[in-house]
C-alpha cells in the first residue's frame, strides 16, 4: 500500500534554510508525479513545488529561487531545499504524489504547482516555523 512520511520540519530564524524529506513506500519510479504543498492556519491550501517523471520542476511564484525539489529514486525519497526561509512560509508542508498517466502526455509539471494539493495521495505533515 502506497505511503508518504514527511520530516524534517523544524523552528529557524528568518534567512535560515530547512531540508524537508519524504519516504515514498510502493510509488512506481517513473509512474507518478511527487510534490509538496502547504497550509498555514487559516489560509487555503499552496501547491509549492513539482517533480515530474523526468525530472523537470515547477515551483509557485512565492517560492521560485528559494526552494529545490528533488528526489533520489534509489532512496524512495522526495526533498524540498528550502534556503532565505521568510516569516510568510510559515505552514504544514505535506508531500503528495498523483499517476502521471492523469496529465495530458503525462506531463504533470505543465499543470503547474498549484494542483499538487489535488494530488491523490498526500501524507501527514511536517511544521515548518519561521520566526524573524
Known amino acids: 500500500q502506497e505511503s508518504l512520511v514527511a520530516s524534517g520540519g523544524d523552528s529557524v530564524q528568518s534567512g535560515g534554510s530547512l531540508r524537508l524529506s519524504c519516504a515514498a513506500s510502493?510509488?512506481?519510479?517513473?509512474?507518478?508525479?511527487m510534490g509538496w504543498f502547504r497550509q498555514a492556519p487559516g489560509k487555503e491550501r499552496e501547491g509549492v513545488a513539482v517533480?515530474?517523471?523526468?525530472?523537470?520542476?515547477t515551483y509557485a511564484e512565492s517560492v521560485k529561487g528559494r526552494f529545490t525539489i528533488s528526489q533520489d529514486n534509489a532512496k524512495s525519497t522526495l526533498y524540498l531545499q528550502m534556503n532565505n526561509l521568510k516569516r510568510e512560509d510559515t505552514a504544514m508542508y505535506y508531500c503528495?504524489?498523483?499517476?502521471?498517466?492523469?496529465?495530458?502526455?503525462?506531463?504533470?509539471?505543465?499543470?503547474?504547482?498549484?494542483?499538487?494539493?489535488?494530488?491523490?495521495?498526500r501524507g501527514q505533515g511536517t511544521q515548518v516555523t519561521v520566526s524573524s
Open positions: 503528495a504524489a498523483d499517476p502521471s498517466a492523469y496529465y495530458i502526455g503525462g506531463r504533470c509539471s505543465a499543470a503547474g504547482a498549484g494542483v499538487v494539493s489535488d494530488y491523490n495521495y
Open positions: 510502493e510509488f512506481r519510479y517513473g509512474s507518478y508525479c
Open positions: 517533480i515530474d517523471t523526468d525530472s523537470s520542476t
